[in-house]
Nanobody, 127 residues
Framework: QVQLAESGGGSVQAGGSPRLSCAAS????????MGWFRQAPGKEREGVAL??????????DSADSGKGRFTISQNNAKNILYRQMNSLKPEDSDMYYC??????????????????WGQGTQVTVSS
């Protein structure tokens, strides 16, 4: 059974640096690209970062992606995806989801292309 389980969210002070984790199981992790998405209530889910099994990454260009402050990484041996979030701002508050797409492709952030999703973890940043 495929499972993606996010953790590491919660209430954080502005300027904080939490790390989100996504533990994957039930599929061949190395055959998939992994991604992080964010979603605010009433808004569409938005892709922010992707990584393939070789560690190549792609970050969305949108201002909401946190490019430059947030880093995607993974532990292939443990099938765990990470999102290190630094210098958090209140506007970074959202539900964060991890997702997997296979065959692996760093070409698109379109949510409908992704095969598996976690349940999400809420990050709330207070000023």
């Amino acid at each position: 059974q495929v499972q993606l389980a996010e953790s590491g969210g919660g209430s954080v002070q502005a300027g904080g640096s939490p790390r989100l984790s996504c533990a994957a199981s039930g599929f061949t992790y190395s055959n998939y690209c992994m991604g992080w998405f964010r979603q605010a209530p009433g808004k569409e889910r938005e892709g922010v970062a992707l990584i393939n099994s070789d560690g190549e990454t792609r970050y969305a260009d949108s201002a909401d992606s946190g490019k430059g402050r947030f880093t995607i990484s993974q532990n292939n041996a443990k099938n765990i995806l990470y999102r290190q979030m630094n210098s958090l701002k209140p506007e970074d508050s959202d539900m964060y989801y991890c997702a997997a797409v296979g065959p692996c492709s760093l070409g698109s952030f379109v949510p409908s292309y992704f095969d598996y999703w976690g349940q999400g973890t809420q990050v709330t940043v207070s000023s």
